[in-house]
T-cell receptor, first 113, second 118 residues
Framework: DQQVKQNSPSLSVQEGRISILNCDYT??????FLWYKKYPAEGPTFLIS?????DKNEDGRFTVFLNKSAKHLSLHIVPSQPGDSAVYFC????????????FGTGTRLQVTL | EAGVTQFPSHSVIEKGQTVTLRCDPISGHDNLYWYRRVMGKEIKFLLH????????ESGMPNNRFLAERTGGTYSTLKVQPAELEDSGVYFCASSQDAEGLAFTDTQYFGPGTRLTVL
């Protein structure tokens, strides 16, 4: 029973354009959401997070949007760069009970020249 | 500052053998987590240490898995005996325990140990 879902296994975007990665969750107790980026043979690297009390958080080229009523979040990368090519994992936590992260299956982003 | 390190980077063993994975967290980090990713699926939580104590081991698959963190520094994860379905990449992560903010502390991941059970 997957509580965090990333339905697009891959995404290809041209350099300079916007990349939009989507994530859906089913557990209404989740109140903290994160995006991690992973390069081959490396561990996931924290990218950006958002608390459920907000609906948007921005850090440079990266913006995360949270729609609690739809149980949906998205990561926007503008403008996309070739170095952004990686697997992106959405993760969630129910901070009221534990700090463990529940991850999605990841979306492979390829930014082409 | 050194990041989270894991040893070995790869391990290939036969079914029924024993394997021990090691994780060295970032110095001073009280929280240590083990996760596993099986063949392109999601990264799944295994367990969480706060210093030397097991805070949450709800993700441990069965009693063939034993995790320890003696002295609250490095941790080991032993699989005995290993089965085919144990193959995957085992990640360790650590985070600081800022008073009252532990649940939202950033978890820093190591590079993982790729375990192959034949």
């Amino acid at each position: 029973d997957q509580q965090v879902k990333q339905n697009s296994p891959s995404l290809s975007v041209q350099e300079g354009r916007i990349s939009i990665l989507n994530c859906d969750y089913t557990n209404s107790m989740f109140d903290y959401f994160l995006w991690y980026k992973k390069y081959p043979a490396e561990g996931p690297t924290f990218l950006i997070s958002i608390s459920s009390i907000k609906d948007k958080n921005e850090d440079g080229r990266f913006t995360v949007f949270l729609n609690k009523s739809a149980k949906h979040l998205s990561l926007h990368i503008v403008p996309s760069q070739p170095g952004d090519s990686a697997v992106y994992f959405c993760a969630a936590a129910d901070t009221g009970t534990a700090s463990k992260l529940t991850f999605g299956t990841g979306t492979r982003l390829q930014v082409t020249l | 500052e050194a990041g989270v390190t894991q040893f070995p980077s790869h391990s290939v063993i036969e079914k029924g053998q024993t394997v021990t994975l090691r994780c060295d967290p970032i110095s001073g980090h009280d929280n240590l987590y083990w996760y596993r990713r099986v063949m392109g699926k999601e990264i799944k939580f295994l367990l969480h240490f706060v210093k030397e104590s097991k805070q949450d081991e709800s993700g441990m698959p069965n009693n063939r898995f034993l995790a320890e963190r003696t002295g609250g520094t490095y941790s080991t994860l032993k699989v005995q005996p290993a089965e085919l379905e144990d193959s995957g990449v085992y990640f360790c992560a650590s985070s600081q325990d800022a008073e009252g903010l532990a649940f939202t502390d950033t978890q820093y991941f190591g590079p993982g140990t790729r375990l192959t059970v034949l």
